[in-house]
């Protein structure tokens, strides 16, 4: 039993039989359109579909413009079929190599935020604490974000989160994605996919972007094939919104598609191609990663060795300084408390089962030993409670992989409850 069952269970049965049909439109304009099942100050989750998918997302109220109620069209949630083939790719505009304008003409400083983005997506990274370094940045007339990217990747739900606060606040910033030698890899890939310019360290790398693997997730290959092009599509599709090329995104998540790649043109396809300065970067057996050196070649990004202060030059931008460490400051307070509140429950949960394996091993032969049972048993009761409260904190901010085990659920305090009353009223108190 998951979150929080005996404390929620009320607020989660209420929302599913009120939620209906809904569309919620969001203050970054994107409007999503399905059912609503869980409503309330802190959280608003929403059945939807994403190509042909069936997913829940998660939205916190200042993420939300308005919530419309109307019928869901007939077959909404049906499954959707796939396309038997791919688009063929489509030529990319050719990127604007001029030189950057004069320097007469860029008048106004150029102030950057540099937010590190390390550790695992959904633990130390968080959609939480992306928002608040960007509100930050925004009342401090930030012009650029440059993401530092060290991260092995992490959990999906939790990159979706991400991208809504980064669609939420791209019309405030120029984005930059700077991968750094340790690699971006898996959830966070989408650092790169919503960034205006992608830099990457020359030990730097990119890709393996896989959400779902049999025997890990689904236990299903079938499904997780269908949940990771959904995935894909979600990945290449903001990709292109920000002009990059959505093919190289697409095989970092679905191993059945290869990848053929001109460093000429910077031009991609998922079909096979035969001519001039095509190359196969990827095939159907492996899944996409990109080496420094194959990022800039295909024109996926430019390799940058420098301090972040040379970076403007990079840019084409004269004026540029930096507005600080407080942004990276206010991102790594919110991971860390996210960190903080899975070891807290994780320990918690450690003191709830040796108080378990304690009450086992005892033989309750006299009103001492009694007594003894009974504290332990209160000891369990009170941990549950804690671990409740530990799990409201979690769903409050999005941590939804923190869950309370399921020995450690409603039917565990019901009935470790029940045994404390019965042997309360033995030892006659």
């Known amino acids: 039993m998951s979150l929080n069952r005996f404390l929620m269970a009320l607020l989660v049965a209420f929302a599913a039989a009120a939620a209906d049909c809904d569309v919620i439109r969001l203050t970054s304009g994107r409007v999503i359109?399905?059912?609503?099942?869980?409503?309330?100050?802190?959280?608003?989750?929403?059945?939807?579909?994403?190509?042909?998918?069936?997913?829940?997302?998660?939205?916190?109220?200042?993420?939300?413009?308005?919530?419309?109620?109307?019928?869901?069209?007939?077959?909404?949630?049906?499954?959707?079929?796939?396309?038997?083939?791919?688009?063929?790719a489509k030529p990319r505009p050719e990127p604007d190599r001029s030189p950057p304008a004069p320097a007469a003409a860029r008048t106004a400083p150029s102030i950057y935020a540099a937010i590190p983005v390390e550790g695992t997506v959904g633990e130390a990274i968080t959609a939480l604490g992306l928002e608040t370094a960007l509100e930050q940045a925004k009342r401090r007339r930030v012009t650029h974000v440059v993401f530092q990217v060290d991260s092995p990747g992490g959990y999906l739900y939790e990159a979706e989160a991400l991208i809504e606060v980064l669609r939420a606040f791209e019309e405030e910033f120029t984005y930059v994605a700077l991968i750094e030698e340790g690699g971006a890899f898996s959830a966070a890939t989408i650092f790169m996919a919503a960034a205006d310019e992608i830099l990457v360290r020359p030990g730097?790398?990119?890709?393996?972007?896989?959400?779902?693997?049999?025997?890990?997730?689904?236990?299903?290959?079938?499904?997780?094939?269908?949940?990771?092009?959904?995935?894909?599509?979600?990945?290449?599709?903001?990709?292109?919104?920000?002009?990059?090329?959505?093919?190289?995104?697409?095989?970092?998540?679905?191993?059945?598609?290869?990848?053929?790649?001109?460093?000429?043109?910077?031009?991609?396809?998922?079909?096979?191609v035969r001519g001039p300065g095509w190359?196969?970067?990827?095939?159907?057996?492996?899944?996409?990663?990109?080496?420094?050196?194959?990022?800039?070649?295909?024109?996926?990004?430019?390799?940058?060795?420098?301090?972040?202060?040379?970076?403007?030059?990079?840019?084409?931008?004269?004026?540029?300084?930096?507005?600080?460490?407080?942004?990276?400051?206010?991102?790594?307070?919110?991971?860390?408390?996210?960190v903080e509140l899975q070891e807290a429950m994780q320990a918690e949960h450690g003191v709830y089962s040796r108080t378990v394996d304690a009450f086992n091993g005892m033989t309750v032969t006299d009103s001492t030993s009694g007594r003894l049972a009974l504290s332990r048993l209160d000891e369990m009761l009170r941990s549950l409670e804690r671990m409740a409260a530990l799990n409201a904190e979690a769903q409050e901010t999005g941590a939804l992989h923190i869950e309370i085990p399921d020995e450690a659920g409603h039917d565990a305090y019901v009935r470790t409850k029940q045994v404390r009353d019965d042997l309360a009223r033995q030892l006659g108190g």
């Open 33 to 88: 359109e399905g059912r609503i099942v869980e409503e309330s100050p802190e959280i608003v989750r929403i059945e939807t579909m994403i190509s042909g998918i069936r997913a829940t997302l998660r939205y916190r109220p200042s993420q939300i413009d308005s919530i419309e109620r109307k019928p869901l069209p007939e077959g909404f949630f049906d499954p959707k079929p796939r396309t038997p083939e791919e688009p063929e």
């Open 204 to 272: 730097g790398s990119m890709g393996a972007a896989t959400a779902y693997a049999q025997d890990t997730s689904t236990g299903s290959a079938q499904v997780d094939a269908k949940l990771n092009s959904g995935w894909a599509s979600r990945l290449a599709g903001l990709a292109e919104t920000r002009g990059h090329a959505g093919e190289p995104f697409r095989a970092m998540v679905e191993m059945p598609v290869q990848l053929f790649g001109n460093p000429d043109s910077d031009e991609f396809s998922i079909r096979a």
């Open 279 to 338: 190359e196969l970067l990827d095939g159907p057996r492996t899944i996409l990663t990109l080496r420094a050196d194959q990022i800039e070649r295909f024109g996926v990004g430019r390799v940058f060795d420098g301090d972040l202060r040379e970076l403007g030059e990079v840019l084409g931008i004269e004026s540029w300084r930096s507005g600080g460490a407080r942004y990276g400051r206010a991102f790594a307070a919110q991971g860390q408390k996210r």
